[in-house]
């Protein structure tokens, strides 16, 4: 069992409509990353946040933010929902500098219609 | 721009054989490479890594090797087993020392071990 946990597990959201995705990280790690993975493809990098801030970002537009809390926990939020944000989005907990081997949670089923 | 490729979208192996996954990159800056397994309604997890300084690592059944100059690795399980039936996903990523270390993950190769 990783120890990361993602609420809720799967979420339906109409075009247009702000979405909020809550990760818990594993005990003691430092660090959180999101990836949206797509049907048939991959994970996404989507940000990284360390001691509250995002240190690191991939290609996806302004609309998709974060926070990190003081207990290490995390949001994802996604405003202006499209059709194409449908996808799998996973949170993945780590010590910092060790993001590569993280932990993963089960993933939140976001399907926008 | 796909910069990690794993150009085997399934692999069927019988049980006990070997099953071999491939994967190519494009980045000369990645040194870090990992492959993740992932079974359905589960998120991935992380499976063996190997930094650039190698060409080999070795973690019971799954070895994955490393040749930098083809830009290509591979993860090898001996024996396989049924229960390894998952897709496979190779990562890499390029450690910063001052920033963060991205991970850009392959598309994957969804294994089938027969009985």
């Known amino acids: 069992e990783t120890g990361v946990t993602q609420s809720p597990t799967h979420l339906i959201k109409t075009r247009g409509q702000q979405v909020t995705l809550r990760c818990s990280s594993q005990s003691g790690h430092n660090t959180v990353s999101w990836y949206q993975q797509a049907l048939g493809q991959g994970p996404q990098f989507i940000f990284q946040y360390y001691r509250e801030e995002e240190n690191g970002r991939g290609n996806f537009p302004p609309r998709f933010s974060g926070l990190q809390f003081p207990n290490y926990s995390s949001e994802l939020n996604v405003n202006a929902l499209e059709l194409d944000d449908s996808a799998l989005y996973l949170c993945?907990?780590?010590?910092?500098?060790?993001?590569?081997?993280?932990?993963f949670g089960q993933g939140t089923r976001l399907t926008v219609v | 721009d796909q910069q990690v490729k794993q150009n085997s979208p399934s692999l069927s192996v019988q049980e006990g054989r070997i099953s071999i996954l491939n994967c190519d990159y494009t980045n000369s800056m990645f040194d870090y490479f990992l492959w993740y397994k992932k079974y359905p309604a589960e998120g991935p997890t992380f499976l063996i890594s190997i930094s650039s300084i190698k060409d080999k690592n070795e973690d019971g059944r799954f070895t994955v090797f490393l040749n930098k100059s083809a830009k290509h690795l591979s993860l090898h399980i001996v024996p396989s087993q049924p229960g390894d039936s998952a897709v496979y996903f190779c990562?890499?990523?390029?450690?910063?020392?001052?920033?963060?270390?991205?991970?850009?993950f392959g598309p994957g190769t969804s294994l089938s071990v027969i009985p």
């Open positions: 990562a890499a990523s390029a450690i910063l020392k001052t920033s963060y270390d991205k991970v850009i």
């Open positions: 993945a907990s780590s010590l910092v500098g060790m993001n590569a081997e993280a932990f």
